[in-house]
């Protein structure tokens, strides 16, 4: 798949639609932090969410048991969503594979096409540079960018 080119919204609704369970990587208890929204939004529409952040002393988040990494979740992932660096994306791409995911999904601003071909060639679907939260709500939100402000 081409991940300079946009993803179709039958692509990303069947993703949305078919997961369940999504290991959010970079989780954050910080509630003035983009991925504790992102949680909060994804956890309360209804999707069994996995935090994942291997600080010390993080063992919660929104009453959500914290995993230190991906490979000591206790259950199936079907989703792993990277709130990280564009570099650290390869080795969870790793890491998502090794647990069986189906899905990588890279949030808004991480990219890296090597990763997006690792994890595409173990058969996982890859999504990068988006928010499944924006893309929720996307059917019914068209923007109208060609207004003047």
């Not at 990280?84 to 990219?111: C, F, H, N």
């Not at 996307?138 to 960018?145: A, G």
Request: glycine residues 6%; aromatic residues 8%.
């Amino acid at each position: 798949m081409n991940h300079n080119e946009p993803y179709s919204d039958e692509y990303l609704r069947d993703i949305l639609n078919s997961v369940k369970t999504i290991a959010m990587v970079g989780a954050s208890p910080d509630k003035t932090k983009f991925s504790y929204g992102v949680l909060r939004v994804l956890h309360e529409t209804g999707y069994d969410m996995i935090p994942v952040n291997p600080r010390p002393g993080i063992t919660e988040i929104r009453g959500l048991k914290v995993f230190p990494n991906l490979a000591a979740i206790d259950r199936p992932v079907d989703m792993v969503e990277v709130f990280r660096k564009s570099e650290d994306l390869y080795s969870i791409a790793e890491e998502a594979i090794t647990i069986g995911a189906k899905v990588l999904w890279g949030q808004i601003g991480v990219t890296n096409h090597e990763a997006a071909r690792l994890a595409e060639e173990s058969g996982l679907k890859v999504v990068m540079d988006r928010c499944p939260k924006i893309e929720l709500f996307r059917p019914f939100w068209k923007p109208r960018l060609d207004l003047k402000i």
